[in-house]
C-alpha cells in the first residue's frame, strides 16, 4: 500500500468503527430507557421461542433467589409472556416489588421468589455519558495520529473504556442487543485490564525487556483469551476471574505508571 494512502486507510478504518460503535451504544441506550429501570440482576435473552434467563449477577436478587444462567423463564406472577420486552415491560408497572417466577430447569417447573430493584438513573447515566468523552478522545488521537503506534494503543483502552462504561451502565433490552451487550460486557471485563497494561508498558516510553523483547507484551493478553474460552465453555467462574484480572493488572500498570513517571523527570 502506498505511505500516502495508508493513513487515509488507517482513519477510514476507525472512523467506521466509531460510527458502528457509536450508533449501536445509541440505539442500546434509548431502548433501555424506554424498558424502565426496574432490575433483576440478570438479562432475558429469547431463545428457541423461550425466554432463557443469562447474565445472572453474583450476589443480585436473582443469584439470592437462587435462579442460574440457562433457567427458563416460563411466567413471572402466574402470567406468560411472549417476549422479553414484555415481561420487562410487566415488572417495570408492577406496584409490589416481590415476584414469582416460574422457571423450567433440567424439565422440572421451579418457583423463585425475585425482590426486584428500582434502579438509580443518575449513576447508570454519568456512565453512560461518560463513556462517549472516553471513545471521543481516543478517536480524536488516532485521527491526528494514524501512524503513530501509541495512539493506536490508545484509542484500543478509550475505545475499550466506552464499550465498559456503555455497556455496563445499561440493563435490560430486547433481542438482538441482549445477546450481543453480553458478549460485549465479556469481551471488555477480559480485555480491558491487560490492555491497559500494555498502554503503560509503552507510553511515554517502552520500559524493561519490552524494549527489546516488545512483543513479549502479548503474552499477557493470554490469560484473558484463556478465560474467555473457559467462561463459554462453563469451566470457570466469571466473577471470581473478573476481580481478581482488575486487581492484579491494575497494580501492574500503577507501577508502570509510577516507573516511567520517573523515568522521564531524570
Same mark, same amino acid.
Given at each position: ?7 487515509? $486507510? ?37 431463545? =428457541? ?6 447474565? +445472572? ?22 402470567? $406468560?409472556?411472549?417476549?422479553?420486552? =414484555?415481561?420487562?415491560? !410487566? ?26 430493584? =428500582? ?39 478509550? !475505545? ?52 527489546? !523483547?516488545?512483543? +513479549? ?23 471470581? !476471574? ?25
Amino acid at each position: 500500500m502506498p505511505l500516502n494512502r495508508k493513513p487515509r $486507510y488507517i482513519k477510514s478504518t476507525f472512523i467506521l468503527l466509531t460510527l458502528i460503535s457509536l450508533t449501536y451504544a445509541i440505539i442500546n441506550g434509548i431502548l433501555v430507557i424506554e424498558g424502565g429501570f426496574r432490575s433483576d440482576d440478570c438479562r432475558w435473552i429469547w431463545r =428457541d421461542g423461550n425466554i432463557e434467563i443469562r447474565g +445472572v449477577t453474583r450476589g443480585g436478587v436473582t443469584d439470592r433467589a437462587g435462579v442460574k444462567n440457562g433457567d427458563i423463564l416460563l411466567k413471572i406472577n402466574g402470567r $406468560y409472556f411472549a417476549a422479553p420486552n =414484555d415481561a420487562q415491560e !410487566y415488572v417495570n408497572k408492577i406496584e409490589d416489588p416481590r415476584a414469582v417466577y416460574t422457571i423450567l430447569r433440567n424439565n422440572t417447573e421451579l418457583e423463585k421468589v425475585v425482590i426486584l430493584e =428500582d434502579r438509580s438513573v443518575v449513576i447508570p447515566l454519568v456512565m453512560y455519558l461518560t463513556a462517549f468523552v472516553f471513545l471521543f478522545v481516543g478517536f480524536n488521537i488516532i485521527i491526528n495520529n494514524p501512524l503513530h503506534r501509541i495512539s493506536h494503543i490508545y484509542y484500543y483502552l478509550s !475505545y475499550f473504556f466506552f464499550l465498559f462504561l456503555a455497556f455496563h451502565s445499561t440493563g435490560q433490552t430486547i433481542e438482538p442487543f441482549a445477546t450481543i451487550s453480553i458478549y460485549i460486557k465479556l469481551l471488555t471485563k477480559a480485555l480491558l485490564p491487560p490492555i491497559l497494561f500494555h498502554f503503560f508498558a509503552v507510553f511515554p516510553q517502552r520500559i524493561f525487556f519490552f524494549k527489546s !523483547y516488545p512483543r +513479549v507484551i502479548w503474552l499477557f493478553y493470554i490469560p484473558s483469551i484463556l478465560y474467555m474460552t473457559l467462561s463459554q465453555l462453563k469451566l470457570i467462574n466469571s466473577g471470581r !476471574y473478573n476481580t481478581i484480572s482488575f486487581v492484579i493488572y491494575f497494580i501492574l500498570s500503577l507501577m508502570l505508571l509510577v516507573y516511567n513517571y520517573n523515568g522521564t523527570r531524570e
